[in-house]
Each structure stands twice: as C-alpha cells, then as structure tokens.
C-alpha cells in the first residue's frame, strides 16, 4: 500500500506542478522544492518525467510549459521565447517574399515579426486572422491590412471559424507565412485547435506559395489536429538551433529546409 501511496502522490504532485507552470507559462527551478514541500533531488525526478512526456522543457534554470495536444501557451507567454531565433527566421521568410504583393501572415508571435522586415517601399496587402498583427501592419506605409471576420481567440487573438473560412476562400494569395503548434516526424504540421487548424488549411489552399515559418522546438512535437504536411510547402525555415538529425529527417522530403 505504501508503493500506491507514493505513486499516487507522485502523480498528483507532478499533475499540481504542470498545472502551475501553464498557468504561469516560466517557472524558476530553485523555487519548486519550497513550493511543493519536497527535495531538490524530488523536484528533478518530478521535472525529468515530465520533460521525458514532452509536457515541459527546462533551460537556464527555468522550467517553461510546451504546447503540447490540447494545451496552448498564450500570446504572452510566446512572446520572450527563442526571440533571437524568430528574429532570424522573420528576417529570412521576408527575403524570401520576392515579387508577391498579396500577403498571408498567419498568427502567432513569429509570424508577426515578418512585418518588420518587410520592404518600405513595396505596395503590399496583408491579409491575416491576428488582430495585432492586422494593427501593426496598418501602420506600415505601402500597406493594405485587412483582418479576416469571425470570434476571436483570446488567448493568441487570432480569428477563426466560418466568417474566416468564406473569407479566405475569395482571396487568392501570392504567398503565405504559416506556422504551427508541432511538426510531426512524418513532416506532419499540428495545432490543438480545430478551427485554428481550419484557418491554416483555407489560407494554404488560397495561396499561390507556402512557406512554413517555425522555431527548432516546434521539431518533434505533435497536437491534436493535423492541417497540413511540410510537402505542401516551398520552403520552411528554422533556426540553426535544430539538431542535424531532426533535420536530415526534415531534409529527406520534398520541400527545402533554411536554417538561420
């Protein structure tokens, strides 16, 4: 009974420990023993199994939640993460842009950074579903914004469902910068949000040319509802930060791998 006891209480600590660090989104690490009332050493059990179910991830003394299924961090939260890395990949996807004049920028903190590096004196039309990206692309000169209808997301303030969709199935697209929650090792793009997932979808279809636009960390994961494959793309983009071997696993498909 002892052996049940511990487990139980194993599993309820570390489902208590998860919980906080979602709601926070970081964590500093040297708390966690004083806050749950156990070792050092109990603490780095606890965040090993978790790191180990891919619920967390641990850097610099902190502990960070990840997307993960049906959990998503919030815009907030996103919004410190890997910044130097998505400055590089913004820089890269605008580069890339070429002679396209009409413009999908999906939402999400990397995709909003794009717009600093867009062209100034380049007529453009931004079409995207985030209410802040749509704000600050208003604000650019050359530039057309327009935001797709529909509810509004509060955690990311992103725009879904069917107001959206009709909206998306009008237009037709010269390029478009998505993200994503995960991309599976089958090159499958992932997010936990069924309409989120729809949005993807629509915008993909309406654009002449696709490219992916993804930090290192989004390698290997996977959430709930598939939109996508990397092969629906012309290009992705990612940071030097992933490992050779996610990349080669990347590599061996059909659509080029950029690392910044």
């Known amino acids: 009974m002892s052996g049940a006891r511990n487990q139980e209480e194993k599993e309820r600590r570390q489902r208590a420990l998860l919980a906080l660090v979602r709601e926070r989104g970081s964590v500093s690490v040297a708390t966690l023993p004083d806050l749950f009332g156990v070792s050092a050493e109990t ?7 978790l790191e180990r179910r891919g619920a967390i991830s641990r850097a610099y003394g902190s502990v960070r939640a990840v997307d993960a299924s049906r959990f998503e961090t919030d815009v907030d939260q996103r919004a410190d993460r890997d910044i130097a890395q998505k400055r590089r990949i913004a820089a890269a996807a605008a580069s890339c842009l070429g002679d396209a004049q ?5 939402e999400g903190h990397l995709p909003s950074l794009i717009l600093e590096h867009l062209p100034s004196s380049q007529p453009l039309t931004i079409v995207t579903p985030s209410l802040t990206s749509a704000a600050a692309a208003a604000k650019l000169p050359h530039v057309t914004a327009i935001v797709l209808g529909g509810r509004v997301r509060p955690a990311t303030l992103g725009v879904v469902d069917h107001f959206a ?7 037709a697209l010269d390029c478009a910068f998505i993200g ?3 991309v599976g090792n089958d090159g499958a793009l992932s997010t936990p949000d069924p309409a989120v997932a729809a949005t993807k979808r629509a915008a993909i279809s309406a654009s002449r040319r696709a490219i992916f636009v993804g930090t290192h960390t989004k390698f290997g994961a996977s959430s709930f509802v598939r939109f996508a494959h990397l092969n629906q793309f012309c290009l992705a983009i990612t940071g030097v930060e992933l490992s050779p071997s996610r990349a080669r696993l990347i590599e061996r498909g059909d659509t080029p791998l950029h690392r910044v």
């Open 43 to 49: 603490t780095r059990r606890d965040l090993r199994a």
């Open 102 to 106: 009409t413009i999908y920028i999906d």
């Open 165 to 171: 969709l009709d909206m998306l199935t009008q237009l």
């Open 180 to 182: 994503t929650n995960g």
